[in-house]
């Protein structure tokens, strides 16, 4: 999707201040689950989704991703 909601979702998961994307994806692997992002008319999201015994790990990390995204200019211009 186009506008603020859709390049959100597309760089939330491209990386972090302290993960970059790849390391997102490892770590999400690592507890056997998987990450994806998406967008809608009213704002973006994320959605990992992991076996119950991995929860808290798979918070850690989503949290990470939800509140502290890189938003890289140069993620930035290939995401427009």
Do not use: N
């Not at 909601?5 to 507890?31: F, H, Y």
């Not at 918070?59 to 995204?69: K, N, Q, S």
């Amino acid at each position: 999707r186009s506008g603020a909601s859709g390049l959100a979702s597309k760089l939330l998961t491209k990386g972090t201040r302290t993960r970059s994307a790849t390391e997102i994806a490892r770590a999400v692997e690592s507890l056997g689950g998987s990450i994806d992002s998406g967008s809608s008319r009213d704002g973006a999201s994320v959605d990992v989704t992991v076996k119950s015994d991995q929860i808290g790990p798979a918070m850690a990390i989503l949290g990470d991703v939800a509140t502290d995204p890189a938003f890289a200019p140069e993620e930035i211009e290939r995401a427009r």
